[in-house]
């Protein structure tokens, strides 16, 4: 089943990237005795590119998909949409839908933003501010926070003692009840139980229908079919096919399988 809710995207580009790469410095260690001695010479020290020189427009309204195996630069070109990272070289510019700053709604990987000995109401006021609410905003949709997680018997104890699902069904609610214009998910887009996950299938769905602008990855390729409606193919950190969703899917899947 396809989602295909979206409202047709706009012209006026919510993301523009141009020419970006990011390089790591990677540090080789080598053995413990070497580690040991490591003060006295001169360390191996690796650049590693996980991205090279990519561009491209992402207009309002659209669901992106980003494919590609691991290691091509997925999450790193969410984090850098993110601003987790600064990018090497090129520019990464950002638009609301009202022409102004985008807000922005990461949801990156497990436990990201969260402090494992708060209670689950405890983080959802610090995550939210993380994410740009105030703290009367945070109060407004705490209530719609807590249903659409379906937490309401943990909210009062420490996350430590959470499982993963929990923990991510709580971020997830989290990040999209800020009213983002830009919302970036790596991995985690339908969490939880089949009733759950087609829960978070209507809330993408009717984000899609208010215009937003969606960025996520995943190597689940049904998910993507689901959901998107274009396809970025990443490869060693380089675009390999930017398109619709069956063009890109099937030289992908024949690429790959």
Excluded at 109 to 137: C, K, W
Excluded at 169 to 184: C, K, M
Aim: proline content about 4%; charged content about 20%.
């Amino acid at each position: 089943m396809t989602l295909h809710h979206y409202r047709e995207a706009d012209d006026r580009p919510a993301i523009e990237i141009v020419g970006l790469t990011k390089q790591f410095r990677i540090l080789h260690m080598g053995s413990l005795k070497g580690a040991m001695f490591s003060v006295f010479r001169r360390q191996k020290i690796e650049q590693f590119t996980a991205l090279q020189d990519i561009s491209f427009t992402v207009p309002h309204g659209q669901t992106m998909a980003v494919i590609g195996r691991n290691g091509s630069g997925k999450s790193t070109l969410l984090g850098l949409l993110a601003r987790v990272y600064r990018a090497t070289s090129g520019t990464i510019h950002l638009s609301g839908q009202d022409g102004g700053p985008a807000r922005i709604a990461p949801l990156l990987e497990l436990g990201a933003g969260f402090q494992p000995d708060l209670t689950g109401f405890q983080n959802v006021e610090f995550y939210g501010a993380v994410l740009g609410m105030t703290a009367r905003q945070v109060r407004d949709r705490l209530d719609g926070i807590v249903a659409f997680a379906e937490l309401e018997g943990k909210m009062d104890t420490p996350l430590h003692g959470w499982n993963d699902g929990a923990k991510l069904r709580l971020g997830f609610s989290i990040a999209v009840h800020t009213d983002p214009d830009i919302l970036l998910v790596d991995e985690v887009l339908a969490v939880g139980d089949e009733s759950f996950q087609n829960k978070c299938y209507r809330l993408i769905a009717d984000l899609q229908a208010q215009g937003k602008t969606i960025v996520f990855v995943s190597h689940d390729l049904p998910v993507v079919e689901r959901v998107a409606s274009r396809v970025l193919w990443l490869s060693k950190g380089a675009i390999v096919q930017d398109g619709d969703v069956p063009t890109v899917l099937k030289a992908y899947r024949e690429a790959t399988f």
